[in-house]
């Protein structure tokens, strides 16, 4: 079974009363009453690896909510983590990742390794989600399931 990472937008406002109620969190995701979401599959390891944390880590996190916790990000933080991510090129994530040790124990790290255009293509989605979400103004969850 693989461990996907996940990315839902929501309001600053159901952010600030999901911090205050982390039950809130479960429904949100659970009826799917967000504004839109994507996921990076399990790229999410090598993605980490490649981008010095930047996308994945961010945000409060709260170990009680869904199956493995979940980080709440800010509209604020997301500004700031869109205008990190939007440094990055698919060239560069491309050259970091023909960089790493075949010997790493990064999460998949094989697969991508062989299929480059698989993780530009979560690359992407993960940029596009938080382009979309800063230009909105919203906040966001990701969570891992």
């Known amino acids: 079974m693989s461990m996907n990472l996940f990315f839902v937008a929501c309001t600053q406002n159901e952010l600030n009363e999901m911090v205050e109620n982390h039950e809130l969190i479960d429904g949100m995701v659970e009826s799917e009453s967000y504004a839109f979401a ?3 599959e399990t ?3 090598v ?42 090129s698919n060239e560069t994530v491309s050259e970091c990742l023909r960089g790493i040790s075949k010997d790493s124990d990064l999460y ?15 690359f992407e989605k993960m940029v596009a989600f938080y382009k979309e979400a800063a230009e909105k103004g919203l906040a966001a969850i990701s ?3």
Do not use: M, P
């Not at 998949?108 to 979560?122: I, S, V």
């Open 143 to 145: 969570y891992a399931a």
């Open 43 to 45: 790229a999410w390891d």
């Open 38 to 40: 994507t996921d990076v």
């Open 108 to 122: 998949h790290l094989e697969a991508f390794q062989g299929a480059e255009e698989y993780l530009l293509d979560q």
């Open 47 to 88: 993605l980490r690896n490649i981008l010095g944390g930047a996308g994945i880590e961010a945000g409060q996190y709260i170990d009680d909510a869904l199956f493995n916790g979940c980080s709440l990000i800010s509209s604020d933080e997301v500004k700031v983590q869109a205008g990190k991510l939007s440094k990055w």
